[in-house]
């Protein structure tokens, strides 16, 4: 058991810039999240998969955003035109399909920074 | 929707004192309850969870228990180390997503 992977760690773009992030979730997991982190919050949820099918995704996933995970297994996160706002850390998580309380694991994050 | 509301920080505390993180929530049917702890340089990591009223989640000495009378889930441990610094997240989980406190930094001085 590797855990979750998330490439790169660290992203620095320009405005108006198109960036996309990888994640690998630990193998045996369907289920994987997308969330955001700001300095001083929790993380905020952005979108959920349960193997390839996206089943929900947050008002904070503007159409500049996009994720997708086409075969079930690694996922990537587009956001494109980033603004300044777009800064933040950026989490990913998987987890095993069971019915109560299924812990989500997460990666070690990539890290945005908009100039 | 779900919320929660964590106990403000930061808090600091020498070693071997008690701690007590308060943590309340707001939620529609049963959810389940978690403490996330995230060490400097490092990536969230579980702590403990409850997934029913009156379940007492635990785990390196620290306590929570899920209590729905008074939808807390507050988070204790009897004698704090200098390495349990770090940030401690409050979370909640209804159908899927986690929604998480705003967190609370604990610092432990020798």
């Known amino acids: 058991d590797t855990g979750v992977s998330q490439d790169p760690r660290h992203k620095i773009t320009k405005r108006g810039q198109n960036v996309t992030f990888r994640c690998d979730p630990i193998?045996?997991?369907?289920?994987l999240y997308w969330y955001r982190q700001t300095l001083g919050q929790g993380p905020e949820f952005l979108t959920y998969?349960?193997?390839?099918?996206?089943?929900?995704k947050s008002r904070l996933l503007s159409d500049r955003f996009s994720a997708e995970r086409p075969k079930g297994s690694f996922s990537t996160l587009e956001i494109q035109r980033t603004e300044q706002g777009d800064s933040a850390m950026y989490l990913c998580?998987?987890?095993?399909?069971?019915?109560?309380?299924?812990?989500?694991?997460f990666g070690p994050g990539t890290r945005l920074t908009v100039l | 929707g779900n919320s929660v509301t964590q106990m403000e920080g930061p808090v600091t505390l020498s070693e071997e004192a008690f701690l007590t993180i308060n943590c309340t929530y707001t939620?529609?049917?049963?959810?389940?309850l978690f403490w996330y702890v995230q060490y400097p340089g490092e990536g969230l990591q579980l702590l403990l969870k409850?997934?029913?009223?009156?379940d007492k989640g635990s785990n390196k000495g620290f306590e929570a228990t899920y209590r729905k009378e008074t939808t807390s889930f507050h988070l204790e441990k009897g004698s704090v180390q200098v390495s349990d610094s770090a940030v401690y997240f409050c979370?909640?989980?209804?159908?899927?997503?986690?929604?998480f406190g705003q967190g609370t930094r604990l610092t432990i001085n020798p």
């Open positions: 998580a998987s987890s095993p399909q069971r019915r109560l309380g299924n812990e989500q694991f």
């Open positions: 193998s045996e997991h369907n289920r």
């Open positions: 998969f349960q193997n390839e099918a996206q089943l929900e």
């Open positions: 939620a529609t049917g049963y959810p389940s």
């Open positions: 409850a997934t029913k009223a009156d």
């Open positions: 979370a909640i989980q209804g159908a899927q997503k986690l929604v």
